[in-house]
């Protein structure tokens, strides 16, 4: 869990994955633009208990999210080319654990690349820090 918390303190750090967060964190997350991503193969691989345990948890962290418009990811976290899924299952199951349609499509098809863009435009020296960008007039 310190971990986690100085994770979300770092705008360094993309996103979180695995964890659950308090409200301290969740806080810290929006404001240092550090997304919280959820596993699917955890929810696939639990059963009985384990996984209605995850999907508690995963609805305490979604109504965080959604309360301090933390950047959300969906991703598959396979470990093999049979764990994959394509965008649409991961999305229809997401629906199944109480995401909005456009909550789902966003942490599965925008925010990745969103992350992916900031990290290219940091790396070109384009974006100084969150917020801060250089413009050039040509």
Known sequence: NNAMRAASERSEVDFI???????????NCAENNVGL????????????????TLISKLH???ELARKYKIPILLVT??????????????????ESFGFKHEEAVKAVMHTPFEIVK?????KK?????????IVKNG
């Open 17 to 27: 994955s695995h964890a659950f967060v308090d409200q301290i964190a969740a806080h």
């Open 77 to 94: 976290g396979s470990q093999t080319v049979f764990g994959l899924r394509n965008p649409m299952q991961i999305i229809a199951l997401a």
């Open 118 to 122: 900031r990290n290219r435009d940091k």
């Open 125 to 133: 020296g384009i974006e100084v820090e969150e917020g801060v960008r």
């Open 60 to 62: 305490f962290n979604l």
């Open 37 to 52: 991503a959820f596993d699917v193969s955890d929810f696939l691989d639990a059963f009985g208990i384990r996984r209605a």
